[in-house]
């Protein structure tokens, strides 16, 4: 998968509990992409990075947060989770000259 | 809001046919591309066709983009069983910042048929 590894690739949490998921990459990369994917609606941009400490919001950005302190490193917190965050979450990286993206293996959350 | 909207959301054909994959965006775009998902797994680029062109092949890929129709086709030919797989067309648009990003489509499910 392109030098990109998510953590925890699986993860069951309750309702108002705060959630990290962890996105790296080998390639040194500057751009960075957090999405989710729900049946019926594709994949949505939540947050996305275009270098260290620089994140912008996407489409869907209510109700997470992002941070980006080193290349490689992009992690993405729900403060407080709700059953409506359950989903499949993406991570995806972009080489500087290019425009085609590179996923990860992907993140599976439950919020009972 | 999704700017692109694929058709058919479920095509199933028999191995050995050829398969055809619509998207539909509303704005002008940078360029699509098309990306294949198979099950559990994430998203692989497939091609990127520009806004300026209209066609280009890769393998028994073909994908073609009208601009004035606001729309993109994507055929594979001589289809195989490995072929089975979720399809997205993806749009990048606009300058700066904001062309960083890709909007995508919600998807077709090929499956192929032995």
């Known amino acids: 998968d392109a030098g990109i590894t998510q953590s925890p690739r699986h993860k069951v949490t309750e309702t108002g509990t705060p959630v990290t998921l962890r996105c790296h990459q080998t390639?040194?990369?500057?751009?960075m992409y957090w999405y989710r994917q729900d049946p019926g609606h594709g994949l949505r941009l939540i947050h996305y990075?275009?270098?260290?400490?620089?994140?912008d919001k996407g489409e869907v950005s209510d109700g997470y947060s992002v941070s980006r302190s080193k290349t490689e490193d992009f992690l993405l917190t729900l403060e407080s989770a709700t059953s409506s965050q359950t989903s499949v979450y993406f991570c995806?990286?972009?080489?500087?000259?290019?425009?085609?993206?590179?996923f990860g293996p992907g993140t599976r959350l439950t919020v009972t | 809001s999704q700017q692109g909207e694929e058709d058919p959301q479920a095509l199933s054909i028999q191995e050995g046919e050829n398969a055809t994959m619509n998207c539909s965006y509303k704005t002008s775009i940078n360029n699509l591309q098309w990306y294949r998902q198979n099950s559990g797994r994430g998203l692989v680029h497939l091609i990127l066709?520009?806004?300026?062109?209209r066609e280009k092949h890769s393998g028994r890929l073909r994908v073609t983009l009208d601009t004035s129709k606001k729309s993109s086709s994507l055929l594979i030919t001589a289809s195989r069983a490995a072929d089975t797989a979720s399809y997205f067309c993806a749009t990048q648009k606009g300058s700066g910042q904001g062309a960083q990003k890709l909007v995508f489509g919600q998807g077709t499910r090929l499956t192929i048929n032995p």
């Open positions: 995806a990286i972009r080489p500087d000259r290019a425009y085609e993206q590179y």
């Open positions: 390639e040194n990369h500057r751009y």
């Open positions: 066709i520009r806004s300026n062109e």
């Open positions: 990075s275009y270098g260290v400490k620089d994140t």
